[in-house]
């Protein structure tokens, strides 16, 4: 089965038709340049990206703390606490 695409609108836009060549200018047409700028939000954003990239995955410290404390059998469970925290999380 074709599927001819030639004349389909896509969101308001024009297919090109194969024959017009890219880049051709009219005689007459004045140039125009593309420009693209970051906003600040951007480059806040990529900012913050870099820096979560470049910190560790897993916080080494932590796990050493909570390990000490299992081993040493300081480590206690509070089952209301675990309780709530699963109440809140599930809550709509």
């Given at each position: 089965?074709?599927?001819?695409?030639?004349?389909?609108?896509?969101?308001?836009?024009?297919?090109?038709?194969?024959?017009?060549?890219?880049?051709?200018?009219?005689?007459?047409?004045?140039?125009?340049?593309?420009?693209?700028?970051?906003?600040?939000?951007?480059?806040?954003?990529?900012?913050?990206?870099?820096?979560?990239?470049?910190?560790?995955?897993?916080?080494?410290?932590k796990v050493e703390a909570l390990r000490q404390?299992?081993?040493?059998?300081?480590?206690?469970?509070?089952?209301?606490?675990?309780?709530?925290?699963?109440?809140?999380?599930?809550?709509?």
């Open positions: 089965m074709r599927i001819d695409l030639n004349g389909i609108s896509l969101n308001g836009m024009e297919r090109e038709d194969k024959t017009k060549k890219a880049g051709a200018k009219s005689p007459g047409a004045s140039h125009v340049e593309d420009k693209a700028s970051l906003s600040t939000d951007t480059l806040s954003l990529s900012s913050l990206e870099a820096k979560v990239q470049a910190s560790p995955e897993v916080r080494q410290d404390a299992i081993q040493n059998g300081e480590y206690e469970v509070d089952p209301q606490k675990i309780a709530h925290a699963i109440l809140e999380h599930n809550k709509g």
